[in-house]
């Protein structure tokens, strides 16, 4: 997990199903799931296009640094056994701001980043736990992925690779002999509950000679959302909405950096024939260039209709900012 304030690009997916079923002691409105497909011998980004239940919500009554406070939810009870929490506002100015919860009072939760400036009592917000090896893979690997036969990494499996929050990744892979998930390099440790928050964008590396589709369920979150970029990096991350969201109607015109195709910030979507097409916002330059979304190296084409598929990379040329998604117009009303 990103250590500052953390939340992804509020786009799309390449989403087979949205069915309208809402859990029965949650707000979300709407579930469903969404395939992806690990390309043969080939690493390939993915992402996780809906996110867990919500555990808890309410409405905030105080706050500090760090801590937030509903005297109305008993947190001991309502989130008890659960682990990788993550707390999001969902109303106000800044709603879908996020960060992950580091500690659990009866009515107070402890979070990793300051909301303080970003909330205010009379705000409501939902708690989730982020999604795990298991809760994606399953806890015996029921999406398929080609296992090791070894209890340690011997270089035959697929491997997915997960965001560590301080800018590397863990290796993890499904280990028959072991009966379970490890993680390159730590031995017999189970690496099951290894936590995938809703702004981490998945590489898996593919080992086989066939493609494999997996399935990845949850719910639908409408709230906009934040994420961290800085200058000079190129950031993978997941697209966090379902089919609809485009280039044009993802509102990312008006927080990226806008130019020519070197000096623009670049959206990077990942491709059919496993490479990339680079798009970016072209400022006006009459007679030749209109302003818009473009394709690096398409020249003036209008590229806004663009469709994301599941995770994308973000390459920032801008400052380092926190960078505001906004749902496409398709969950207006939700």
């Known amino acids: 997990m990103n250590k500052s304030l953390f939340l992804i690009g509020t786009m799309v997916a390449a989403v087979t199903n949205l069915m309208g079923q809402a859990p029965s002691t949650v707000p979300s409105k709407l579930a469903g799931f969404h395939k992806v497909t690990a390309r043969a011998w080939s690493t390939t980004l993915v992402g996780v296009n809906f ?3 919500v555990l808890a919500s309410g ?93 340690t990494w011997n270089g035959s499996a697929d491997l997915v690779y997960v965001p560590d929050g ?72 997941n697209t966090v909405y379902p089919t609809g969201s485009t280039l044009a109607n993802s509102g990312l015109s008006t927080q990226v950096l806008q130019g020519t195709e070197t000096t623009a910030d670049i959206v990077w979507l990942p491709n059919a024939t496993g490479g990339w097409d680079q798009y970016y916002y072209a400022t006006a330059s009459p007679p030749s260039v209109t302003a818009g979304w473009k394709q690096v190296g398409q020249g003036d084409v209008d590229k806004g209709s663009t469709v994301f598929p599941s995770a994308f990379s973000f390459e920032r040329r801008g400052v380092t900012a926190n960078v505001k998604m906004v749902p496409n117009t398709i969950y207006n009303g939700l």
Do not use: M
């Not at 639908?220 to 959302?225: D, E, K, Q």
């Open 59 to 151: 409405k905030l009554d105080a706050e500090a640094a760090n801590n937030l406070t509903d005297n109305n939810v008993d947190f001991n009870v309502a989130l008890a056994g659960q682990s990788n929490l993550w707390l999001e506002i969902t109303s106000g100015t800044n709603k879908g701001i996020a960060s992950p919860i580091t500690a659990i009072a009866q009515r107070v939760l402890t979070t990793e980043d300051d909301l303080s400036g970003f909330s205010a009592p009379g705000d409501t917000y939902e708690v989730r736990a982020a999604h795990t090896i298991t809760s994606l893979f399953g806890a015996t690997n029921s999406a398929g992925l080609k296992p090791c036969p070894t209890a």
């Open 166 to 237: 301080a800018g590397g990744y863990k290796y993890v892979f499904y280990s028959t002999a072991a009966a379970g998930w490890r993680e390159v390099n730590s031995g017999a440790a189970d690496a099951a509950g290894t936590p995938v928050y809703h702004v981490d964008g998945l590489w898996i590396t593919r080992n086989d000679f066939t493609n494999l589709t997996i399935t990845f369920t949850g719910s639908l979150r409408t709230t906009p959302t934040f994420f961290p970029v800085a200058n000079g990096t190129n950031l993978p991350l």
């Open 51 to 53: 996110v867990r239940p």
